[in-house]
């Protein structure tokens, strides 16, 4: 079984939908829960980053993170075609080694289409 | 801005090459990391690298060696390319284990190997 589990999609939405992007995890141990975006040919840059449990908004963009049932969400308000991208979650455990601390476990990513 | 680059966008090569990929980031960043992304696969650790001439394997290290000689610098090496070789390869880095671990990734080299 994965660490982390993230459906793939494909999602496709109306422009001005509200868009719920989910990971589910196994690990106890992650605090640092992460958003990547990754358009077409691109490599993936971080959308969002949340410390342990709670919410974090940023624009039209809202984290959330529920330890006690190692959810995660990311919530797009008022879509946009520009939205259109891969969506990785990913996270990692506090640190406890220097070389352990460093590295992300990836979900597999959901691909969401905004059409105009 | 961090940036980080590779050395090539698009790679071909024939089964039982050797094959470099390069990778450079200029922000003096500890931690180095190659992944692989594959459809249905996501993206997976072939190895990181947290200090110069460090490496430790990541999840799928078989088939692959990576070399640090510099801080900036990041080698993937496949040692004889193997058709299930073909991929996207992406190259990262981080500024050390404390804080948020956000990694930063370069473009990306797609590599097909016939």
């Known amino acids: 079984q994965k660490e982390v589990e993230q459906d793939p999609g494909p999602l496709s939405v109306p422009e001005g939908a509200i868009v719920s992007l989910n990971c589910t995890y196994s690990n106890s141990a992650f605090q640092y829960f992460m958003w990547y975006r990754q358009y077409s040919r691109k490599g993936p840059e971080l959308l969002m980053y949340?410390?342990?449990?709670g919410n974090k908004e940023d624009g039209r963009f809202t984290a959330q993170v529920d330890k006690s049932s190692k959810y995660i969400s990311l919530f797009i308000r008022d879509s946009q075609p520009s939205d259109s991208a891969t969506y990785l979650c990913?996270?990692?455990?506090?640190?406890?080694?220097?070389?352990?601390?460093?590295?992300?476990?990836f979900g597999e990513g959901t691909q969401l289409t905004v059409n105009p | 801005d961090v940036k980080v680059t590779q050395s090539s966008r698009y790679l071909v090569k024939r089964t039982g090459e050797k094959v470099f990929l390069e990778c450079v980031q200029d922000m003096d960043h500890e931690n180095m990391f190659w992944y692989r992304q594959d459809p249905g696969l996501g993206l997976r650790l072939i190895y990181f690298s947290y200090d110069v001439k460090m490496k430790e394997k990541g999840d799928i290290p078989e088939g692959y060696s990576v070399s640090r000689e510099k801080k900036e610098r990041f080698s993937l090496i496949l040692e004889s390319a193997s058709t299930n070789q073909t991929s996207m390869y992406l190259c990262?880095?981080?500024?050390?284990?404390?804080?948020?671990?956000?990694?930063?990734f370069g473009p990306g080299t797609r590599l097909t190997v016939l």
């Open positions: 949340t410390y342990s449990s």
């Open positions: 990262a880095s981080s500024l050390n284990p404390h804080g948020n671990n956000e990694q930063f």
């Open positions: 990913a996270m990692s455990a506090r640190v406890y080694r220097e070389t352990s601390g460093s590295r992300l476990t």
